[in-house]
């Protein structure tokens, strides 16, 4: 498995909740990026990234302390409910380009709404307008 950074754009974003509880002294480097090919739903306290081509979601990639990086996938995977195969996941780990302030694109894991999930807030969730969950825009 690559040790890909992560890509948060929601709770685990700088000073959200969740944030201190996982990424505190885990970390190498947070710098912003966008999402591209993703729209934001609200959830419940959390955001949903929905696939969808010609939308975009802002939000932070991180990249782990090198030694910590298993105990840090584990965790990540646990907050978010998420299994390898398991078809009651509610989000997917999957590998995504991240654009970065400078133009250029980097590959990392993005925790997005598994299928039935991102369906249902498809037909009738509601879209956080501009992608950003705190609303400060990209």
Not at 12 to 28: A, I, K, M, W, Y
Not at 68 to 83: K, N, S, W
Request: charged residues 20%.
């Amino acid at each position: 498995m690559s040790r890909l950074p992560f890509f948060v754009y929601g709770t685990l974003l700088p000073g959200e909740p969740n944030h201190d509880l996982f990424l505190l002294g885990r970390t190498v480097s947070e710098v912003p990026g966008r999402l591209v090919g993703a729209v934001l739903y609200e959830g419940p306290g959390y955001p949903y990234a929905v696939e969808e081509a010609g939308g975009v979601v802002c939000g932070e990639l991180i990249t782990s302390v090198p030694e910590q990086y298993g105990q840090l996938l584990l965790a990540l995977d646990r907050l978010e409910d998420y299994a390898p195969g398991d078809p009651r996941n509610l989000y997917e780990r999957v590998a995504r380009d991240v654009t970065l302030g400078d133009g250029t694109s980097v590959q990392a894991w993005v925790y997005v709404a598994a299928p039935a999930v991102a369906a249902r807030l498809r037909a009738r969730g509601k879209l956080i307008e501009g992608g950003d969950w705190r609303g400060r825009g990209c």
